[in-house]
């Protein structure tokens, strides 16, 4: 048995270009498929946000509408419930990466507010890359990966191949046209490589030791991937 750190923001707003905070948190089902996954297949998961806050869900991830439906909604908020971990995060600074098998950072808006800027979360993830542990990173938890430089000041992410949450997508939510910014396009100045998916449709890239997904669909398929790295 391993342990799995799952890194989680802290936020539950995302400030937008006019200043207003828009509510959000993490994504449910981008935390529950892995969570269900590692669990069942023998991992322990422990939970890490900066400061060590206790996250929060975006109330929008627990709509039927974006769950196929009220029975899964339904199901998805129930697995929330047995998901203690989220309730008793460590402070991320304080973590230590051997400690850890893999590292999971799951999405929602969030990571966008508050992992994209947060220095102990790119020292973190840096590590992690350096390590060859296997990293899984899913929908707008890329956006984590900006704050990932290395020595010479340029992101440890550049040259890489991943899947993240498109302009499409951010489109399509109606969010598009009044964030501060786009995760694609962020991400490609950093000089990552953006592989685009069909919108909401399960995507996941890997790329050495690096598996990303696409959306909240790609989330379970992602969790698969890291499992067989962990053997």
Same mark, same amino acid.
């Given at each position: 048995m391993s342990k799995i750190l799952f890194v989680v923001t802290g936020a539950d707003t995302w400030t937008l270009a006019d200043g207003t905070e828009h509510p959000t948190g993490f994504w449910a089902e981008e935390a529950v498929a892995p969570y269900e996954a590692f669990r069942a297949a023998g991992h322990d998961v422990v939970v890490a946000t900066p400061?060590?806050?206790?996250?929060t869900v975006d109330r929008a991830s627990l709509a039927p509408e974006v769950n196929?439906?009220?029975?899964? =909604?339904d199901r998805i908020a129930k697995a929330l419930e047995s998901f203690a971990?989220?309730?008793?995060?460590?402070?991320?600074? @304080?973590?230590?990466?051997?400690?850890? +098998? +893999?590292?999971?950072?799951?999405?929602?808006?969030?990571?966008?507010?508050?992992?994209?800027?947060? +220095? @102990?979360?790119?020292?973190?993830? =840096?590590? =992690?890359l350096e390590s060859g542990r296997p990293l899984g990173v899913v929908c707008h938890g890329p956006a984590a990966l900006l704050a990932a430089a290395g /020595?010479?000041?340029?992101?440890?992410? +550049?040259?890489?191949?991943? /899947? =993240?949450?498109?302009n499409a997508e951010e489109v399509q939510g109606g969010l598009a046209d009044r964030a501060k910014w786009l995760l694609q396009d962020r991400l490609t100045e950093a000089g990552v490589t953006v592989r685009a998916g069909e919108p909401w449709a399960p995507h996941v890239v890997t790329d050495r030791n690096l598996v990303t997904g696409q959306n909240p669909a790609s989330s379970a398929p992602l969790a698969e991937e890291l499992l067989k790295r962990l053997g």
């Open positions: 400061g060590g806050v206790e996250p196929g439906g009220q029975e899964n =909604a971990e989220l309730r008793r995060p460590v402070r991320l600074e @304080d973590v230590r990466l051997d400690d850890y +098998a +893999a590292v999971f950072y799951p999405g929602g808006h969030g990571p966008m507010e508050d992992l994209a800027v947060n +220095a @102990d979360s790119g020292r973190l993830l =840096a590590r =992690a /020595a010479d000041g340029e992101n440890v992410f +550049a040259g890489y191949e991943v /899947a =993240a949450f498109t």
